[in-house]
């Protein structure tokens, strides 16, 4: 855990915003603090900035302790090593891309700064464009010199508070793409705040879940988003398929845990930690259930086969959304995904009774939620 | 043409300018940016002039800095004359008239900055003192310069805090709109049309820079 160059977080207050915050980003390491808007994620980040001051907290980079309020060190943000872009990009309106970023070079010699801003600017792509003032530049090339601006600092950590949210989606998929790249050039932790699940996924390393500025779950997106720890997270994954169920067995010779769901039994990946008996929450990402073909049965009908009556079924371009409708004894939507060719050649249309198979791999469990059966009882959402 | 009494306007014009440049962005910054409690009253007391009449003003500047007060006694053994009835008690009451138009145009022109801007530049590393300078100075200044004219012009024409404060004293304390009043009080009216006239051209030229500016800057930051 412990990375001499990384920066360590650890937040705590109750008012006027609740943090409970903890984690750490390595050197180079791209980490995103994802959750709902109000999760505390932009406030974290003003903390980390020394722009806002919590209640108790330690915040350390490379070394250097910047907040530790037992200890009475809060230093001011000229003091800690921080390059951040601003959701609105926050650039002087009234000076040039260049000088934009010279302003941030106090540290370099005077005759230092022009040179290495137009090298700045070159990395981010705006050489040309350094005479521009920020009202003579599109929305993606003012982020670009808010990136260019962070970097002139050369920052120990370098903050990006929803940076892509204010440009469109082409414009949007391009910076993320040049921020991807970026990273093998600058060494530092980088933490990410967004609210966009999909953009966390594509350039995180590692995640951080918020809700009311707590940590519900810190780890690789990849792991997060599979294996979420709870189900409140699950549902902040914008996981629709969560279900209760109730652990009837456990196989460990066979690497299996059996589900009692409803009227089915159902096999999912060995769950060691619970016990039989246990009352459990479970989920299935959409692309792990699978539809028999009517034609002809495929290999894996074997594994998990649920029936159900089709009660939407939305194209989306490439990709078809549909919730099924799984009976007794309770109407309960299980939603998926196919390819819209897919769907057609199948005829699928609403109504129609179709089975399909919930890979094993791709059941989760969950301790029970409270809360879940609640929500189980309000109509689904479409899956994210 | 009382060209001693339209001197001493254009020199009171300036030093309250002087004078409230600095004290008008010290008091602008604190209500455009500083939550602080009675933060309303504050802004109240700075509006008070625009809405109470000068004679009541010049009245209670009279009563606070009279020859009979503590700080009028105070001036007069520190520097040998009595406040009230000089340039300097007028230029105190001027001052005091005066807050609001510099303080408001300033306070607004602050509040137009956004606060991450400010936080952009001290996560840049610029310090505070460096920020006002190169950051916030350079954005509030068409409203701070629209401040100062609107105090020179405001202060050219001022005349019942002045009376009340100054009195009539040909070369120490009568302005120029003294002068007109004076004027028509002697049934001189080519000499209080010439002063009238030239009051208005230049009250008329002063408001129409501000719009100008206001307009340009407008255009070139839009």
Request: aromatic content about 6%; overall charge neutral.
């Amino acid at each position: 855990m412990a990375d001499p160059a990384g920066l360590e977080v650890s937040l705590r207050q109750a008012a006027p915003i609740p943090l409970a915050a903890r984690f750490h980003c390595g050197r180079g390491e791209l980490v995103a603090l994802v959750g709902p808007s109000g999760s505390g994620k932009s406030t974290i980040l003003r903390c980390i900035a020394g722009l806002a001051h919590p209640g108790e907290g330690v915040v350390s980079c490379a070394g250097d302790v910047w907040l530790d309020t037992a200890r009475g060190i809060d230093l001011a943000p000229q003091q800690r090593s921080v390059g951040i872009v601003f959701q609105h990009y926050a650039l002087f309106p009234h000076l040039s891309a260049h000088k934009n970023v010279m302003a941030a070079m106090t540290h370099v010699a005077a005759g230092e700064r022009a040179g290495r801003a137009r090298e700045l600017l070159q990395l981010v792509h705006l050489s040309g464009l350094e005479e521009r003032h920020p009202r003579q530049l599109s929305g993606g090339q003012q982020q670009r010199v808010a990136l260019a601006r962070a970097l002139a600092r050369d920052p120990a950590v370098l903050l990006l508070d929803e940076p892509f949210s204010a440009v469109d989606r082409v414009t949007r998929r391009r910076l993320q793409r040049e921020l991807a790249q970026l990273r093998s050039r600058i060494r530092v932790p980088i933490i990410l705040v967004t609210h966009d699940l999909d953009e966390a996924r594509v350039l995180a390393d590692r995640m951080v879940i918020l809700s009311h500025g707590e940590t519900l779950q810190e780890g690789p997106s990849a792991q997060v988003m599979a294996r979420p720890a709870t189900a409140q997270v699950a549902r902040l994954l914008d996981q629709n398929n969560l279900f209760e169920g109730s652990v009837l067995s456990q196989r460990p010779d066979e690497g299996k845990t059996l589900l009692t769901w409803s009227d089915y039994t159902l096999e999912a990946a060995y769950a060691p930690a619970f016990g039989v008996g246990d009352k459990v929450a479970w989920m299935i990402p959409p692309e792990c259930v699978i539809l028999h073909r009517r034609d002809r049965p495929s290999a894996g009908e074997a594994e998990n086969p649920v029936s159900g009556l089709i009660r939407e079924c939305v194209p989306l371009g490439e990709s078809t959304s549909i919730v099924l409708d799984i009976g007794a004894p309770a109407s309960v939507p299980l939603a998926m995904s196919i390819a819209t060719h897919h769907a057609r050649r199948n005829k699928l249309v609403v109504g129609d009774q179709v089975k399909v198979t919930l890979l094993a791999s791709g059941i989760h469990l969950m301790p029970p939620a409270e809360l879940l059966s609640e929500r189980l009882t309000q109509a689904p959402a479409l899956p994210g | 043409m009382n060209w001693p009494a339209l001197l001493l306007s254009l020199k009171l014009s300036a030093w309250t300018v002087v004078w409230l440049l600095p004290l008008g962005i010290l008091v602008a910054r604190q209500i455009a940016w500083r939550e602080f409690p009675g933060r309303a009253w504050v802004e109240a007391l700075v509006a008070l002039p625009l809405v109470l009449p000068p004679t009541v003003l010049g009245y209670y500047l009279l009563s606070a800095f009279g020859g009979a007060t503590p700080i009028g006694q105070a001036w007069h053994s520190a520097f040998g004359r009595p406040l009230a009835f000089s340039f300097e008690g007028l230029l105190l009451a001027s001052i005091v008239f005066n807050i609001p138009f510099a303080v408001q145009p300033m306070q607004r022109a602050f509040q137009s900055i956004p606060d991450e801007v400010r936080e952009a530049a001290w996560c840049s590393g610029m310090s505070h003192w460096r920020t006002f300078l190169m950051i916030e100075l350079p954005l509030a200044w068409p409203g701070i310069v629209s401040a100062l004219v609107l105090t020179f012009a405001h202060t050219m024409g001022e005349f019942g805090v002045v009376l009340m404060m100054g009195g009539n004293i040909p070369g120490e304390t009568q302005t120029i709109a003294i002068a007109i009043y004076d004027r028509v009080q002697a049934f001189d009216e080519h000499g209080a049309a010439t002063m009238s006239s030239l009051l208005l051209a230049f009250s008329l030229l002063a408001i129409g820079a501000v719009y100008m500016l206001a307009n340009r800057i407008g255009r070139r930051r839009g």
